[in-house]
C-alpha cells in the first residue's frame, strides 16, 4: 500500500469511531504498531487535528472535514448487495432510508460505475419480514435509540403468555429470525425474546418509562452473560 493511501486510510478508521487504538488500526491495516504511531505523527504535522496519544487511543478532533468519498466498483456492487439483502429483513422505515442512502451514493459515481454497482448478480427476493414484524421491530428499535421501556405481551416456545416490562438494549438478526435482548424488570434479570413472538408491544409512557444505563443492566453486560455455554438459558424468555 502506497504510503498516501495508508495515511488516507487512517484518517478514515480514525474518524469513523469515537476511539481508535494504535493496534487496532494496525491490525486493520496489518502493519506495526509503530508505523501506526510515524503515520499520526505524519498527518498530525500535517495540521489534521487527531487527538490522543500512543497506549491510549486517537480521536479526530472536531471541525475536520474531507472531501467526498469516491468508491471502487467493488466496494459500490458491496452496498448494492447488501442493502438488497438488508431491505428484505430490515423494519420499513430502515429500509427506505437505505434505499435513500444508496441512491445518493450511486448519483455521485461515474456512469461507468454506476451501472456496474447496479448490475451486480446479488437479489433477496421480497419473503423476509411480513408487516406485523416490521411494525413491531421499528418499535423495539426506535425504543432502544430513546431509552425508553415497553410493555411486552409474549408467548414463549411452550405457547405461554406473560407480560413482561423490559429495558430494550439491542436488537439482533439471526437469519430470519430477529430478537430483542433486554432487562426485564418482571423476572430481574437479562433475557433475549425473539419479536416474531411478541403479540403486543407498547413503549411505556409517564414518569418512569425512559432508562439510564446502568452498571450490569447495559447491553454490554447483556454480552458477557450471554457468552457460551450460558447463551441457550436466555433464549425465548424462558428463564
Known amino acids: 500500500m502506497r504510503r498516501?493511501?495508508?495515511l488516507f486510510q487512517i484518517v478514515q478508521l480514525i474518524r469513523g469511531r469515537r476511539l481508535?487504538?494504535?493496534?487496532?488500526?494496525?491490525?486493520?491495516?496489518?502493519?506495526s504498531e509503530r508505523t501506526i504511531y510515524r503515520a499520526v505523527?505524519?498527518?498530525?504535522?500535517?495540521?489534521?487535528?487527531?487527538?490522543?496519544e500512543a497506549g491510549v487511543g486517537y480521536r479526530l478532533g472536531q471541525g475536520f472535514n474531507m472531501p467526498p468519498l469516491m468508491f471502487t466498483v467493488e466496494?459500490?456492487?458491496?452496498?448494492?448487495?447488501?442493502?438488497?439483502?438488508?431491505?428484505?429483513?430490515?423494519?420499513?422505515?430502515?429500509?427506505?432510508?437505505?434505499?435513500?442512502?444508496?441512491?445518493?451514493?450511486?448519483?455521485?459515481?461515474?456512469?461507468?460505475?454506476?451501472a456496474a454497482a447496479q448490475s451486480m448478480a446479488v437479489y433477496a427476493p421480497p419473503i423476509g419480514l411480513d408487516s406485523t414484524v416490521q411494525a413491531t421491530l421499528q418499535t423495539l428499535r426506535e425504543a432502544v435509540q430513546a431509552?425508553?421501556?415497553?410493555?411486552?405481551q409474549y408467548k414463549d416456545a411452550a405457547d405461554r403468555i406473560t407480560l413482561r416490562?423490559?429495558?430494550?438494549?439491542?436488537?439482533?438478526?439471526?437469519?430470519?429470525?430477529?430478537?430483542?435482548?433486554?432487562?426485564?424488570?418482571?423476572?430481574?434479570?437479562?433475557?433475549s425474546f425473539r419479536v416474531d413472538r411478541m403479540a403486543s408491544v407498547r413503549p411505556m409512557e409517564g414518569q418512569g418509562a425512559e432508562f439510564?444505563?446502568?452498571?450490569?443492566?447495559?447491553?454490554?453486560?447483556?454480552?458477557r452473560s450471554a457468552?457460551?455455554?450460558?447463551?441457550?438459558q436466555h433464549l425465548d424468555g424462558t428463564c
Open 75 to 114: 466496494e459500490a456492487q458491496a452496498l448494492v448487495a447488501s442493502v438488497r439483502m438488508a431491505q428484505v429483513w430490515q423494519d420499513l422505515a430502515l429500509a427506505q432510508a437505505s434505499q435513500v442512502a444508496l441512491g445518493k451514493i450511486l448519483s455521485a459515481l461515474p456512469a461507468a460505475s454506476r
Open 212 to 223: 439510564k444505563d446502568e452498571a450490569g443492566k447495559r447491553l454490554a453486560d447483556f454480552l
Open 147 to 152: 431509552h425508553r421501556k415497553v410493555h411486552v
Open 165 to 191: 416490562l423490559v429495558r430494550p438494549l439491542g436488537c439482533f438478526y439471526w437469519g430470519k429470525v430477529w430478537t430483542l435482548a433486554a432487562w426485564c424488570e418482571v423476572r430481574e434479570g437479562f433475557r
Open 4 to 6: 498516501i493511501d495508508r
Open 20 to 31: 481508535s487504538t494504535a493496534a487496532f488500526l494496525a491490525k486493520r491495516l496489518e502493519v
Open 41 to 52: 505523527a505524519d498527518l498530525q504535522h500535517q495540521g489534521v487535528p487527531i487527538e490522543g
Open 227 to 232: 457468552a457460551p455455554p450460558g447463551v441457550q
